[in-house]
T-cell receptor
C-alpha cells in the first residue's frame, strides 16, 4: 500500500511568498494531521481533521497559516505570506482512529526554507 | 492533561552496547503507547506499540513493556548497531478522542 504522500519534498521560497504544501493520506484513513518540526520546538501538532472536518486547530501559529481538506484523499497547508521563521519540516500524517489500534502514519515531510 | 516525558539526549553508545531510553506518561485510563523512530532526512516510522497494560511491543530487536503501575514504556535493545542511529520518540494516544502526544525525542548515535 502507498503510504502518506507529501509534496513538495523540498521548497525554497522568498519571504512574503505564498507556500502550499500538499498531502494525500493513506486510503481509508479518517484522521489527518499536520505537524511542524524544528530544532528549537521539536514536533508540534498544527491541526487535525476527522472525516475532512477540522477538529482542533489550536496549534496553528497565526492567521498566516490555513489548512483545508476538500475530500478524503487530499489536504493542503498554506502559509501566506511566508516568513523566515516558518522554515521547518512539515509532516502530514493519517490514521484510522482509536477503534482500529490508532497507529499514526507519517509522510516523508516537506522541507521548507524561507529566505 | 495527557503528556509524555522521555529522557533527554543525545545518547552515544558503542556498537553492541545495551540501550535504554526512558519514557513515562501521564494519562487517564489506559492509553495506547508507541515508539517511533526518525532516521536522518526521513519521516517518523512506527517502531513498536502496546495497547494495554503488561503488553510488550517488539520490533527489530527493540522492546518496550507497558507498565501501568509505574506509568512507563521504556525502550530497550540488547545490542545496538550503527544503523540504529536515529531519533526516537515516545508517544501516547489518549483514551478519549484521537489525540496523540509525542515526547521531545531522544537522539541516539551508535559508534563503531
Amino acid at each position: 500500500d502507498a503510504g502518506v504522500i507529501q509534496s513538495p519534498r523540498h521548497e525554497v521560497t522568498e519571504m512574503g511568498q505564498e507556500v502550499t504544501l500538499r498531502c494525500k493520506p493513506i486510503s481509508g484513513h479518517d484522521y489527518l494531521f499536520w505537524y511542524r518540526q524544528t530544532m528549537m520546538r521539536g514536533l508540534e501538532l498544527l491541526i487535525y481533521f476527522n472525516n475532512n472536518v477540522p477538529i482542533d486547530d489550536s496549534g496553528m501559529p497565526e492567521d498566516r497559516f490555513s489548512a483545508k481538506m476538500p475530500n478524503a484523499s487530499f489536504s493542503t497547508l498554506k502559509i501566506q505570506p511566508s516568513e523566515p521563521r516558518d522554515s521547518a519540516v512539515y509532516f502530514c500524517a493519517s490514521s484510522l482512529g482509536r477503534r482500529y489500534g490508532n497507529t499514526i502514519y507519517f509522510g516523508e515531510g516537506s522541507w521548507l526554507t524561507v529566505v | 492533561g495527557d503528556s509524555v516525558t522521555q529522557m533527554e539526549g543525545p545518547v552515544t553508545l558503542s556498537e553492541e552496547a545495551f540501550l535504554t531510553i526512558n519514557c513515562t506518561y501521564t494519562a487517564t485510563g489506559y492509553p495506547s503507547l508507541f515508539w517511533y523512530v526518525q532516521y536522518p532526512g526521513e519521516g517518523l516510522q512506527l517502531l513498536l506499540k502496546a495497547t494495554k497494560a503488561d503488553d510488550k511491543g517488539s520490533n527489530k530487536g527493540f522492546e518496550a513493556t507497558y507498565r501501568k503501575e509505574t506509568t512507563s514504556f521504556h525502550l530497550e535493545k540488547g545490542s545496538v548497531q550503527v544503523s540504529d542511529s536515529a531519533v526516537y520518540f515516545c508517544a501516547l494516544s489518549a483514551v478519549s478522542g484521537n489525540q496523540f502526544y509525542f515526547g521531545t525525542g531522544t537522539s541516539l548515535t551508535v559508534i563503531p
